[in-house]
């Protein structure tokens, strides 16, 4: 079967994030024998055209349609990507009869919203390279595709999904078909290069709700496939920079200093960064992940809360800790600050900003305090039952806790208004572009 993957993501701040998920699907698909194509739309002049070209000299007969982000997640620069998403539907309605079938981060994030907004009737929730080939097998017998595990259906206006099924042996996935896209064009625009080590999570944090769609436990691929992409990435398409795509790179622990240590052997020499747990670092691990590459932790600390036995969140001290380590080590750093979380009050926010205080540029903080919402996630259950959202539809959704009054708010903005590298709104990551490297 011909089958067009469309990226139809356009958000360049604070850089171009390359369609990976997608090439992932694509290449799944490819060794199934399809007959694949891409049309990524992050650099099209005009879209429309772009896309209208595409379909009309490949003449799939079937698009997947990926969808990175439903909206930018920012409570004070709001942007919803439904209209240009839309928009890309709409297009490929007028071009062609092709049935289309959605996916990707965004859309696992709200389907039932994203299928009714967009009016599609197929979706693929979580892991996609198993699903969408199941998919396209039964593409023309849609009794059949609503018993997929993965896939979310509307049907007669009704709302259907099968929970996802999950890819336990990711090393038995051939390597994303990142060759289906501009990769040179990504890296002269700011780009980098996109690697992921592993899927899932074990946590349950407050805002997050992947658990929904890749598990409640992480998956792991091998140090050696890892490292056999980078160096793909290296010869092939001469990247210096990358990020690891995991929720945490850092837990489990064990795995990441054995990736850590294959691009020792291997020496490879790229600069990196990706997501870490504050908990699970100490001045050894750091060494070694300097030592091997990394410039940067983006520390996804979410709330500071009290640590509860068996789950290893991040409390004050914790906090303390982890730019302790990375300040003696002189690696540059991140922390993503979630306030407002049940149990947190006043003295909570002027505690963390003693500690905020004790840092310099070029490390950076970001305290937030209107949380995005999700299905699946816990943050949607609490706004559900404080009666501040019934549902969820296409725009953006938020949760700001009562305990952030105008006072507060204030506060927030005053004091990071202070530091030039303090932010209370994800337009600060331009500020991590500006400090790469």
Not at 68 to 74: S, V
Not at 158 to 166: D, E, G, T
Not at 183 to 212: E, H, M, P, W
Not at 319 to 343: D, M, N, V
């Amino acid at each position: 079967m011909k089958i067009l993957f469309v990226a139809v993501n356009r958000e360049k701040r604070p850089i171009p994030v390359i369609p990976y998920g997608m090439c992932w699907v694509a290449a799944a698909l490819r060794e199934k024998g399809h007959e694949v194509e891409a049309c990524d739309l992050m650099f099209a002049e005009d879209p429309r055209q772009e896309l209208s070209r595409v379909i009309k000299g490949f003449n799939p007969q079937l698009i997947g349609v990926s969808i990175r982000n439903t909206d930018n997640q920012d409570f004070h620069d709001q942007k919803c990507y439904g209209p240009e998403i839309k928009e890309v539907i709409d297009c490929c309605k007028e071009v062609t009869d092709a049935p289309m079938v959605l996916g990707g981060p965004g859309f696992s994030s709200k389907p039932e919203a994203m299928l009714r907004y967009l009016g599609l009737d197929i979706g693929i929730v979580g892991d996609g390279e198993w699903a969408m080939g199941e998919v396209v097998g039964k593409i023309n017998s849609p009794r059949d595709i609503a018993g997929i595990p993965g896939v979310a259906m509307l049907t007669d206006g009704k709302f259907y999904y099968q929970p996802a099924r999950l890819i336990e042996r990711l090393d038995n996935l051939p390597s994303p078909a990142v060759d289906l896209i501009d990769y040179k064009k990504y890296q002269a625009n700011t780009g980098v290069g996109s690697v992921q080590t592993k899927r899932g999570c074990s946590f349950n944090c407050l805002y997050c709700q992947i658990l929904d769609y890749h598990g409640h436990a992480e998956r792991l691929r091998s140090p050696g496939r890892i490292a056999d992409d980078i160096e793909t990435l290296i010869k092939e398409y001469g990247i210096n920079y990358l990020y690891f795509t995991d929720n945490l790179f850092n837990h489990p622990r064990k795995h990441a200093e054995d990736i850590c240590q294959e691009l020792l052997r291997r020496k490879l020499e790229v600069q990196w960064s990706s997501y870490f747990h504050p908990r699970f670092i100490d001045r050894q691990f750091i060494q070694l992940i300097k030592g091997c590459g990394c410039a940067e932790i983006l520390f996804n600390t979410g709330t500071i809360t009290r640590v509860e036995k068996d789950e290893p969140g991040v409390d004050l001290e914790c906090l303390r800790q982890s730019i302790s380590i990375c300040q003696a080590e002189g690696l540059k750093f991140t922390h993503f600050i979630f306030f407002g979380a049940p149990g947190d009050d006043l003295s909570t926010l002027e505690r963390i900003f003693e500690i905020m205080e004790e840092v310099e540029e070029p490390s950076q903080f970001f305290i937030l305090y209107s949380m995005p919402v999700f299905p699946g996630a816990r943050i949607f259950d609490l706004a559900r039952e404080e009666g501040i959202i019934s549902g969820i539809t296409a725009e953006p959704t938020f949760y700001t806790p009562s305990i952030v009054d105008e006072a507060i708010k204030d506060y927030i903005h005053q004091s990071c208004e202070k530091h030039t590298n303090w932010f209370y709104t994800l337009k600060g990551a331009d500020y991590l572009l500006r400090n790469q490297g």
